[in-house]
């Protein structure tokens, strides 16, 4: 949501309409509070439910109830620093929003080191560290918002927001949340059926997984610092930079892949070892295999991003939404028909083929609007 506001942010700062910039800085803050209520009240309500239906052994199924619970309760502190963090990218600061970052995840081991072998706090001691790091990084940005761009920051009589700005917020911001959303449901979905093939498979997939994300954060911010820079351009009325921006992040993101793509192959097994502390073979060897045939299609899930993020900062939302419903579908079809005849290898071979497909669709709709979209901010 916060990346879908940012851009609207962003181009109100290229284009230095200061008064609509602080409407729209008011306008995410109000959205903010309604969406953390929201969110917190359903997710703490349906939290039980959720679990059976993701098919939780039952032997994991306290513990999970016990770390995911207390997550709920920071999502305020999550929102918080994405909001904060937005603002600041929006304006062309991306360097304090990571130092940030970097210190709260730093303060979040420590403070597991603390809860968890210290004070003997178990899996719940472990979920209260990431809320604290959050909350903390969050506090941190927001004091640093405030102190260097208060200018930039509304008043009380900014928060009379027009509705048109707020409906240009949400719907960018509902646009750009249901692209990742949508993706991460299917995922959600896709390990519902992955659990019944049961724990050793279940552990080698959450391993795999748990090295993928990180792998894969690289490539997301890359394209969320994209989109900053495409809305400020695109408010700014300059396509020459839009086309050069993205041609390097294209570079960017192929760069990243492939360099990932080398460490997993080469040292796959290792770094499950190392991630997991495991040393049952079985589940190095499945959690390796599945890596493998991920980060093979790795190149194309950069483009992926890429393509996603600044046709967004362009305000074409359609396309991105799409590939994400089709991408949903396709995990959807998959857990019902691939993983139940194919096992853990339907498990492996869904997404990287998903990623294949969303990104020759993507970039089929850009090459065929690029003209058009040019020629309209040309015009406006």
């Known amino acids: 949501l916060n990346n879908g506001y940012g851009i609207v942010v962003t181009q109100r700062f290229g284009s230095h309409d200061r008064q609509q910039m602080k409407q729209a800085i008011a306008g995410m803050a109000m959205l903010n509070i309604t969406v953390v209520l929201l969110l917190t009240v359903l997710a703490s309500v349906f939290l039980r439910p959720l679990m059976h239906f993701m098919n939780t052994p039952q032997p994991l199924f306290q ?3 016990d770390y995911i619970s207390v997550i709920i309760l920071g999502i305020a502190a999550t929102m ?45 001691g472990a979920a209260i560290a990431t ?12 004091t640093y918002v405030i102190r260097n761009y208060r200018e930039y920051l509304p008043g009380s009589e900014d928060f009379r927001v027009p509705g048109a700005m707020l409906g240009t917020l949400f719907s960018t911001g509902i ?18 059926t992955n659990n019944v093939l049961g724990e050793i498979y279940i552990t080698a997939y959450t391993a795999g997984r748990r090295l993928m994300m990180i792998m894969i954060q690289p490539l997301a911010t ?56 495991t040393s049952d073979s079985e589940i190095v060897s499945l959690a390796v295999m599945s890596l493998r045939i991920h980060f093979a299609m790795f190149p194309f899930l950069g483009i992926l991003f890429c393509i996603r993020n600044v046709m967004q900062a362009m ?17 959807i079809l998959s857990a019902s028909i691939l993983i139940p005849k194919l096992g853990f290898v339907g498990t492996c071979i869904t997404e990287p083929v998903t990623w294949v497909l969303m990104t020759v669709f993507l970039m089929t709709v850009y090459m065929i609007i690029r003209k058009r979209i040019y020629a309209s901010l040309a015009h406006q």
Request: aromatic share 10%; hydrophobic share 55%; glycine share 8%.
């Open 222 to 277: 890359i394209a969320v610092a994209a989109s900053s820079f495409v809305g400020q351009n695109w408010g700014a009325r300059k396509p020459e930079r839009i086309q050069k921006g993205i041609r390097l992040t294209m570079f960017l993101e192929l760069g990243w892949s492939v360099f990932a793509a080398i460490v997993i192959f080469l040292f796959g097994g290792l770094l499950i070892r190392f991630t997991t502390g």
């Open 315 to 331: 305000g074409r939302k359609v396309a991105p939404v799409l590939s994400s419903c089709i991408e949903l579908a396709m995990k």
């Open 131 to 142: 809320v604290l790091a959050q909350a903390t990084s969050a506090i941190l940005c927001g």
């Open 175 to 192: 646009a750009m949340a249901m692209m990742s959303s949508l993706v991460d449901c299917g995922s959600v979905i896709f390990q519902r």
């Open 63 to 65: 513990l999970s109830h």
């Open 80 to 124: 918080g620093y994405n909001m904060f963090a937005a603002i600041l990218r929006a304006m062309g600061n991306s360097r304090s929003p990571l130092y940030f970052l970097i210190l709260s995840s730093v303060l979040n081991i420590v403070l597991d080191v603390l809860f968890v072998m210290v004070f003997e706090m178990g899996i719940r």
